[in-house]
């Protein structure tokens, strides 16, 4: 899942969020696709201070599919269809009688580049993705019913690569800034920007049991660090996800695999009117991953069954996933 695609997948603070009132005078939150934008690869993805860098690149990443497996990540495309239905208070529990509907659709078109150069034996990389979005809600606040749908481009990424690959293991670091381009306005709102920069570390490693790597079990890191938001004047708080993944080749260009992932609010937003709940979300899934080297193509689709969750949507998600090396 992406954060923020997640993708990828895949998202409390982080850019897969937007957020509304509920009439319980609490916070929530819904979770918009953070699309897996990787392709079969050993997980990498996305660190920056909370001053805007230096002009410079889905989710992840995003980034890449946990239970897929891969030197080198090539460019993907992942589209991720989300729905939810449901709006849970802190403690889980379903709020009634606010007729919550929320459905996106994304393209993250996903550019990645893997170099020759090495330090310290792991190979330097660079990749980027812009969402593009649909987004459509209906949920009833305390100020009235909002009813609203939104097409348009969000909060491109960018990030740098640090990469090793053994026999039995691929690990990977990633350092990486969420650029608040997209359009943006106080919620409640459909608009695809979040209107704050983003930091997001990650750190993810795969293990492959046997010599022929027929089964792989991925554990994929991500701690994002979000800046003030230009709308309201608050700073959404901090947010930690771990995606997991384990696949079995059961055919030579096919495997297939079991995903989840769990995100948490790991602090709460600070500022006049900010919200301190810590919000937490856990989902599960399948994954089929299709190869076909000689074409350079790959294919994944994954779905992901949020089957928990506190103060916020709970939902499930389509990640389709094409990827062409170059």
């Given at each position: 899942?992406t954060?923020?695609?997640?993708?990828?997948?895949?998202?409390?603070?982080h850019?897969?969020?937007?957020r509304?009132?509920?009439?319980?005078?609490k916070?929530?939150?819904?979770?918009f696709?953070?699309?897996?934008?990787g392709?079969p690869s050993?997980?990498?993805s996305?660190?920056s201070?909370?001053?805007?860098p230096p002009?410079?690149?889905?989710s992840?990443?995003?980034?890449?599919?946990p239970?897929?497996k891969a030197s080198?990540?090539?460019?993907?495309?992942p589209q991720?269809?989300?729905?939810?239905n449901r709006l849970?208070?802190?403690?889980g529990h379903k709020?009634?009688n606010i007729?919550?509907?929320?459905?996106v659709?994304?393209?993250?078109?996903?550019?990645v580049?893997?170099?020759?150069?090495?330090?310290?034996?792991?190979?330097?990389?660079v990749d980027g993705?812009?969402?593009?979005?649909q987004?459509d809600?209906?949920?009833?606040?305390?100020?009235?019913?909002?009813?609203?749908?939104?097409f348009?481009?969000?909060?491109?990424?960018?990030?740098?690569?640090?990469?090793?690959?053994?026999?039995p293991?691929?690990?990977?670091?990633g350092?990486?800034?969420?650029?608040p381009?997209?359009?943006s306005?106080?919620p409640?709102?459909?608009?695809p920007?979040?209107?704050?920069?983003?930091?997001?570390?990650?750190?993810?490693?795969t293990w492959?049991?046997?010599?022929a790597?027929?089964?792989a079990?991925?554990?994929?890191?991500r701690?994002?660090i979000?800046?003030?938001?230009?709308?309201t004047h608050?700073?959404?708080g901090?947010?930690?996800?771990?995606?997991?993944?384990?696949?079995?080749?059961?055919?030579?260009?096919l495997?297939?695999?079991?995903?989840?992932y769990y995100q948490?609010k790991?602090?709460p937003?600070a500022?006049?009117?900010?919200?301190?709940?810590?919000?937490?979300?856990a989902a599960?899934?399948?994954?089929?991953?299709?190869?076909l080297?000689?074409?350079?193509?790959?294919?994944?689709?994954?779905?992901?069954y949020?089957?928990w969750?506190?103060?916020?949507?709970?939902?499930?998600?389509?990640?389709?996933?094409?990827?062409?090396?170059?």
């Open positions: 899942m954060s923020r695609h997640s993708p990828v997948k895949i998202s409390p603070t850019r897969s969020n937007k509304i009132q509920s009439p319980t005078t916070e929530f939150s819904w979770q696709p953070r699309a897996h934008a392709p050993s997980p990498s996305p660190t201070s909370c001053s805007p002009p410079p690149s889905p992840p990443p995003p980034t890449t599919s239970a897929s080198k990540a090539p460019p993907s495309r991720a269809s989300t729905f939810a849970n208070d802190s403690e709020i009634p007729d919550f509907n929320a459905f659709y994304a393209q993250v078109p996903r550019l580049y893997i170099s020759d150069l090495q330090l310290l034996g792991g190979y330097l990389g993705l812009v969402p593009i979005q987004t809600t209906k949920v009833n606040t305390p100020g009235g019913p909002f009813d609203s749908a939104t348009g481009v969000g909060d491109p990424f960018v990030e740098a690569t640090w990469s090793w690959h053994t026999k293991f691929d690990f990977s670091l350092a990486g800034e969420w650029i381009a997209g359009a306005e106080a409640p709102s459909t608009k920007g979040l209107g704050y920069w983003g930091t997001m570390l990650t750190a993810g490693a492959y049991p046997d010599d790597k027929t089964w079990l991925s554990l994929l890191n701690y994002e979000n800046c003030e938001s230009r709308d608050i700073t959404p901090n947010a930690y996800t771990l995606e997991w993944g384990a696949s079995k080749t059961v055919l030579p260009i495997d297939l695999g079991l995903v989840g948490q790991v602090t937003d500022g006049t009117g900010s919200n301190h709940t810590l919000d937490k979300v599960i899934g399948p994954e089929v991953i299709l190869a080297p000689a074409q350079k193509v790959f294919i994944s689709l994954r779905y992901d949020e089957f969750s506190e103060a916020r949507a709970q939902g499930n998600t389509v990640t389709l996933t094409l990827t062409y090396r170059f």
